[in-house]
């Protein structure tokens, strides 16, 4: 029997009805019950073990991987963001890759105006003080008004967009791929062709771009110096987006004024990290998609795309 890998953690909570979808289709169903991402080395095993098809969320898939699983026909990303697969092998080697796509842009759009809020009112600190049964405030600031300069205005983007709009914040997006003017016009949003004005001018950074070689470290000394320094940067996309060496010397120097993020160049984080220990630093546990809504989306899309590609294989 054809056997069938899911790797991601979260897929556990809607497990049934993806898992039925596979086993109908005479597919054995192996998953990863570590309760923690696999190593490149368990990967490999499993390659061995003969998987031809596998549903992956953040496991690393490079070419050393790759070149180890002889029967893999399929990669069925659990979720949009593949820069923990090697496409390029992937492709040389005639494995199919797959994205879920609009599965959960609402919920990691939501997460970062969580943290534009979470950042302007210190939340956390202030829940944290009254739990310490103190009443000490600390004064925040208002969204209403402020300007967002959103990196990226892809399906994430795009949701964000709309919600700061909602909130009636000025909205521009710098993405020179961007051609879908009709969404500026609907949502009263617009377009940047210069980072460095838009960075400028912005009281909100919002990354919602891939990690690329052109786009890591996007945000560098030479970035983070062209900001307010009352600006608040949001990560939601990719820690590698970032050069923490440079963001921790940002905050600790006051060239910026904060920096929420939901991702890290390593996660977790190592106990003591320097970035992480900055009062105005705040880090959530890459939990964007981690909603009960987008969760089963992800679950269901990425098991009917790992069916199609198996299948068109037959
Ligand atoms: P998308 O492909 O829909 O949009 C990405 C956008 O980035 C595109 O419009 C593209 O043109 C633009 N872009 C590419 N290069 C750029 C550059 N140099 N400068 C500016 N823009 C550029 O992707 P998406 O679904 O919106 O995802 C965005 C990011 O969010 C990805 O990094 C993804 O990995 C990450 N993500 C994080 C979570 C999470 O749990 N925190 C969940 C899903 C996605």
């Known amino acids: 029997m054809n056997k069938v890998l ?3 953690k979260s ?5 049934e009805k993806p898992i039925k ?3 109908e289709k005479g597919y054995e169903v192996i998953e990863n019950q570590t309760g923690r991402t696999l190593t490149e080395d368990e990967l490999i095993e499993y390659g061995k073990s003969g998987v031809v098809g596998v549903i992956v969320g953040v496991d690393p898939l490079p070419a050393s991987v790759l070149t180890n699983c002889d029967q893999l026909k399929a990669i069925s990303k659990y979720g949009v963001g593949t820069d923990n697969i090697d496409l390029g092998k992937a492709d040389e080697l005639g494995i199919q890759v797959s994205k879920a796509m609009g599965t959960n842009n609402i919920s990691v759009a939501e997460l970062a105006v969580g943290l534009m809020f979470e950042s302007a009112r210190k939340l956390s600190q202030s829940v944290q003080a009254v739990k310490n ?3 000490g405030r600390t004064i925040g600031s208002e969204l ?12 994430i983007g795009k ?3 709309k919600r700061c ?17 009709s969404f500026l016009i609907e949502f009263g949003v617009s377009r940047s062709e210069s980072l460095d004005d838009l960075l400028a001018d912005a009281d909100f950074v919002s990354l919602h771009l891939p990690v690329t070689d052109d786009t890591k ?4 000394a030479k970035t983070l110096s062209q900001m307010k320094e009352t600006a608040i940067l949001i990560n939601t996309a990719r820690g590698e987006l970032v050069d923490e060496k440079a963001l921790l010397s940002a905050l600790q120097n006051g060239e910026i004024a904060v920096a929420a993020q939901d991702v890290y160049s390593q996660e977790p984080p190592e106990q003591g990290d320097s970035l992480v220990s900055l009062p105005n630093f705040i880090l959530t546990p890459h939990i964007g998609a981690f909603t009960n809504e987008a969760v089963e989306r992800m679950a269901i899309v990425s098991t009917e795309n790992l069916i199609t590609m198996l299948q068109g294989n037959e």
Request: zero cysteines; hydrophobic letters at 40%; aromatic letters at 14%.
């Open 6 to 8: 899911i790797t991601p």
């Open 11 to 15: 897929f556990q909570k809607f497990r």
């Open 21 to 23: 979808m596979l086993q």
């Open 133 to 135: 049964f103190g009443w």
């Open 144 to 155: 209403t008004g402020k300007k967002v300069a959103l990196i990226g205005g892809g399906q």
């Open 159 to 161: 949701e964000v967009a």
């Open 165 to 181: 709009r909602g909130l009636q914040m000025e909205v521009s997006i710098y993405d020179p791929y961007f051609n879908d003017d």
């Open 217 to 220: 470290h996007i945000m560098n």
